[in-house]
């Protein structure tokens, strides 16, 4: 089936960037959408970015402005350019990928941002 493999995070001071990649590898399937969550301790999973296969996105009122997400459809990759990061971004982020109403997820990649 679908495998998701998330790359990109670390520390980063607030006001830097950092870009999240996230890679999905298999054949014989087709994503409809793919996205970024996160859930920082404490909180609640929060959809923070996604994005059809047509390139319609949506994003968290927290980050517009901020984030932008971004799609390769012929590498079946996702990627999240993360700009003027803040403290309250800091949290594991998790890629999801749809296909034919199932979920499929990454095992997370760790954005810490400090002040």
């Known amino acids: 089936q679908v495998q998701l493999v998330e790359s990109g995070g670390g520390l980063v001071q607030a006001g830097g960037s950092l870009r999240l990649s996230c890679a999905a590898s298999?054949?014989?399937?087709?994503?409809?959408?793919m996205g970024w969550y996160r859930q920082a301790p404490g909180k609640q999973r929060e959809l923070v970015a996604a994005?059809?296969?047509?390139?319609?996105?949506i994003y968290a009122d927290s980050v517009k402005g901020r984030f932008t997400i971004s799609r390769d459809n012929a590498k079946n990759t996702v990627y999240l350019q993360m700009n003027s990061l803040k403290p309250e971004d800091t949290a594991p982020y998790f890629c999801?990928?749809?296909?034919?109403?199932?979920?499929?997820w990454g095992k997370g990649t760790l954005v810490t941002v400090s002040s």
């Open positions: 999801n990928a749809v296909m034919y109403g199932l979920n499929y």
């Open positions: 298999g054949s014989g399937f087709s994503i409809n959408a």
């Open positions: 994005i059809t296969r047509a390139g319609n996105t």
